[in-house]
């Protein structure tokens, strides 16, 4: 009988409260000691055969029966008034079939109180019109042939110019968010810092990060008569279906959004994007599908972006190194058309044992494009700063750095002093630091020529408890196979496969008999958004619990057919055993279901709430060994070795996959990538592959990887916890550090390139 | 008298994964278009579609090149293999390999480096990992697969050596 109860729900560092039915649980956490059959066992992906024969179709790939192509023009201005729209020469172009504008388009608020085209552009690549044509090339000569008339107007890009007084405003009523900065307090952190006997500061600035996944956004859209299928490469599909029917005035059940295999996300394709509603415009308007994928240039202007910061960060110690106050203001620039911005504060509020605590952040619209969450907003940006003044502090009171961090150890989570249900952080420290050889480091910088060594480390706190709704369904067939049906999403990190596991492992059915549906709000359930690192823990309780329900079902079906009592049968491998009238009794399930004709069972599961009286964290340290050459600048990461605790490892197979996915991403933020915008134009310099760097295989140090692997039993029916983002958050300043250590300069601005760290070294 | 290909003139012939087409493109379409939109053959994707990412990598005449920065016809007269031609109905080692060592995530950048790697261990049949690792600089991952790429590689190639890469 299922209860409707209101959850609180954290993600991303924001807490909110969301309603959830939830089931009265049929299942209790495994033992630690329990050995698993299939969880917890390295399996490979159960969908990577179609990944790697190149079978399996992503969004982008999709071609429909008349379909057409779209393609958007951007504006080149940062900040202009656009006085007129012409599209008269782009609808007489033959092959385009439909042109959108805000001549013709729907006036209603997409963002920010702002519609879909509006009066005035606010950055470069800002949409200005579409159009849809029988191919990509007509498209893109139809949106040329738009004549726009701009007045240009100034425009602003730094978030604490943007605050001064007569800065262009991005949007009406100023560019502070929520006309006022964001404060925290706890204690008294002024007087702390008088009182302290030693003090440290600097400021720190953060590179814009361009998330670049290889499939970029962009959807298919068809309409058949009043009902609308989108299939869109996105990590959302319940989002992006209430976004786009509360839009377009359809009712919920009238809107199909699908999104099986995607390419990539890390944050950026979390919510409907412009480029659906565009697209479902133009295919109305057309009466034919519409495909519209963002080029890479695109992709790198309007898709969403990691802000740049800039961070005034303070640390107040006694001499012993147990720290008594940190201060934080910080301004992040988020863009255009946004009212959010990812706090950069967590970590200076979580991280630490620490009694007094001030933060104040201001969030700054600028005329860029408008950001997006990028694997662990905003933690990866504030702990940047803290790990990194962390180690200037540990230098100046002789201490070796880890020494300090253990000295500053939270035992209880330190704004609520809740309990943590479990925190493997000391653990964490030990085998990093073992793995690394943190007793081979140096205090001073040790050359050999022009080439330095260094060593250093950082910690990681995160969420990752997951938590209601989630919902899932377990199907058994007649012939014993069974369907999982989920209405989840695979951003790459092979949720199908986790999901399989559990419920094998919980069902007593082979991996082999399960097939498992994702990424479809009509037939899957509603599923938590594949953010947050939340699908393995909010997702895969719910899939044990309906594998648990389907259980109960199947073993009450296998005792009215055997004549025996249910709590006197099991399956394992397919088979059902037991015992009736004191003699065992053996028959295969599939034997059973084949006698019973067309019988279904379905079990039903929930994702039930978390504990509300303790604090549900991961917790991780990283420690990074690298060379430098002093004459180059050029930084090289030797060795990274991580070591984090997310719960119980549900295949540590994938895990390792999302570790060593995250410590790349955070190499790249560490040491290559950066936005570049034209100060004279607003323009994005390196808006392609060859000017924004991503790591390359060349790039990639060698990564060893010890998870603290330890069931969490006080939080859900897994003892997991989710894993996708702690990994990339502590890999930036423990290169960083290891920098620092190698050369012995002061470097609080990221990302390391040549010529950054030469001018470390050589100020002059 | 040159020759004239393209909607304006003669049909093409192309050879792509042992199988003849005969087509009409026209001459500014790449070669990663026409497998695409003409062929069916999606396995190739766009990344960038001009040559920084390597996801169009394909082989001519066995050969890998970026189909993205290759006109189709280019391709006349050699024969094309996309990924969907790497193994006759069943996976070839290297596709076991990446399976087995996990060498995908979103797998939008599989096909690439299947074909990119597969190319290579055919004149390298006991590369070592830094070779491996110069072979694959051109393709780029943005999941971050590398490390499993270069294990698939030597699985491949018959010398991993079965060290954890993940301890406890």
């Known amino acids: 009988m299922a209860k409707l109860i209101k959850t609180r729900v954290e993600v991303e560092g924001q807490v909110s409260e969301e309603w959830a039915l939830v089931e009265r649980p049929k299942t209790i956490p495994w033992d630690i000691e329990q050995e698993l059959n299939v969880v917890g066992k390295p399996m490979p992906r159960v969908d990577g055969m179609a990944r790697v024969t190149g079978a399996a179709h992503y969004p982008s790939d999709l071609r429909l029966p008349g379909m057409l192509h779209a393609s958007i023009l951007r504006s080149p201005h940062a900040h202009a008034r656009v006085l007129r729209v012409d599209t008269s020469r782009a609808e007489k172009l033959p092959g385009v079939r439909a042109v959108l504008s805000r001549n013709n388009a729907p006036g209603k608020p997409w963002r920010r109180n702002c519609p879909l085209f509006d009066e005035v552009v606010r950055y470069v690549g800002d949409e200005v019109a579409a159009v849809a044509a029988d191919n990509p090339g007509i498209a893109q000569q139809a949106c040329r042939l738009i004549e726009v008339v701009y007045e240009p107007l100034p425009f602003v890009l730094d978030p604490e110019q943007a605050l001064k007084p007569g800065a262009p405003e991005v949007h009406a009523g100023g560019n502070l968010l929520d006309g006022e900065p964001t404060e925290y307090t706890r204690g008294d952190t002024a007087a702390a810092l008088q009182a302290a006997e030693v003090v440290v500061e600097g400021v720190f600035e953060t590179p814009t990060q361009l998330h670049n996944s290889l499939e970029t956004h962009g959807s298919v859209v068809e309409w058949e008569g009043e009902s609308l299928t989108i299939y869109d490469s996105t990590g959302n599909v319940h989002g992006v279906r209430d976004r786009m029917a509360d839009w377009l005035g359809l009712p919920k059940n009238r809107v199909r959004v699908i999104s099986d295999y995607m390419g990539g996300s890390f944050g950026s394709k979390n919510n409907a994007g412009k480029y659906t509603v565009i697209a479902a415009l133009l295919a109305r308007q057309a009466g034919r599908p519409v495909r519209l994928f963002l080029r890479r240039n695109e992709e790198n202007l309007a898709t969403g972006n990691r802000a740049a910061t800039r961070q005034y960060l303070k640390i107040g110690a006694s001499k012993e190194g147990a720290l008594q106050a940190i201060q934080l203001r910080s301004y992040i620039a988020v863009g255009a058309y946004t009212g959010w911005g990812a706090s950069v504060s967590g970590p200076v509020q979580e991280m630490y044992a620490c009694p007094n605590v001030h933060t104040l952040e201001y969030s700054a619209s600028t005329h860029t494009g408008p950001p997006s969450a990028f694997r662990a907003p905003g933690y990866v940006e504030g702990m940047f700063a803290l790990e990194v003044l962390m180690d200037e502090l540990a230098e100046t009171l002789g201490l070796d750095p880890l020494e300090l961090r253990i000295r500053n150890y939270a035992r209880e989570a330190p704004g609520s002093h809740l309990p943590y249900s479990s925190n493997g952080l000391l653990d964490a420290y030990q085998e990093g630091a073992r793995a690394i050889g943190w007793e081979k480091r140096q205090a001073s910088p040790r050359g050999d020529g022009a080439i330095y060594r260094g060593i250093g480390m950082a910690s990681q706190v995160w969420g990752g408890s997951g938590g209601p709704p989630s919902y899932a369904d377990i199907k058994i067939h007649p012939d014993g196979t069974a369907t999982i049906i989920t209405g989840t999403q695979d951003i790459g990190t092979g949720t199908k496969t986790i999901l399989t596991q559990i419920a094998a492992e919980e069902l007593g059915l082979p991996v082999k008999s399960f097939e498992i549906e994702i990424g479809d709000t009509q037939w899957g359930l509603y599923s938590t958004p594949s953010w947050g690192s939340m699908t393995a823990a909010s997702m895969g309780p719910a899939v044990r619990e309906a594998a648990a329900d389907a259980r109960k079902k199947l073993l009450r079906l296998a005792a009215s057919y055997l004549h025996t009592a249910a709590y006197r049968l099991t399956i394992q491998d397919g088979i059902v055993r037991g015992v009736k009238r004191g003699k065992p009794v053996e028959k295969p399930l599939a034997e059973i279901l084949d006698e019973l004709d067309n019988i279904m069972i379905v079990g039903h599961g929930s994702r039930n709430p978390n504990p509300t009286d303790v604090a549900i964290n991961t917790f991780g340290a990283q420690f990074a060994e690298v060379e430098v050459d002093a004459d180059t600048g050029e930084v090289r990461v030797l060795k990274i070795a991580a070591s984090h605790d997310c719960g119980r490892i549900l295949n540590p197979l994938t895990a390792s996959s999302q570790i060593e996915g995250g410590i790349i991403q955070g190499l790249g933020y560490a040491l290559m990538e950066q936005r570049l915008v034209d100060p004279q134009t607003g323009a994005v310099i390196n808006a392609n592959l060859e000017g924004y760097r991503v790591p390359t295989m060349l790039d990639v140090p060698e990564i060893e990887i010890r998870m603290i692997d330890r069931a969490d039993r006080a939080i859900n029916n897994l003892g997991a916890k989710g894993l996708g983002e702690p990994p990339i958050i502590p890999t930036a300043p423990a290169i960083v550090n290891a920098v620092h250590n190698a050369l012995g300069v002061r470097l609080h601005t990221i990302p390391l390139t040549r010529d950054r760290v030469l001018q470390a070294l050589d100020p002059s | ?168």
């Open chain 2, 1 to 168: 008298m040159t020759k004239i290909y393209g909607i304006a003139g003669e049909a093409v012939h192309l050879r792509v994964n042992g199988q003849d087409y005969v087509l009409h493109v026209a001459p500014i379409q790449t070669l990663a278009e026409v497998i695409r939109s003409e062929l069916g053959l999606m396995g190739t994707k766009i990344g960038c579609g001009m040559g920084n990412c390597g996801a169009c990598t394909v082989w001519l005449d066995g050969k890998p090149v970026y189909a993205c920065l290759t006109l189709a016809l280019d391709a006349i007269g050699h024969a094309v293999t996309t990924v969907e031609g790497l193994a006759e109905g069943e996976l070839s080692a290297l596709q076991q390999a990446f399976l087995q060592e996990d060498a995908l995530q979103c797998g939008y950048c599989t096909s690439g480096q299947v074909m990119t790697l597969a190319a290579f261990l055919a004149e390298n049949p006991q590369p070592d990992p830094l070779a491996i690792r110069h072979a694959m600089a051109g393709n780029l991952c943005r999941c971050g697969t590398y490390p499993k790429i270069v294990r698939a590689g030597l699985r491949a190639a018959g010398l991993l050596d079965e060290e954890r890469v993940s301890k406890s």
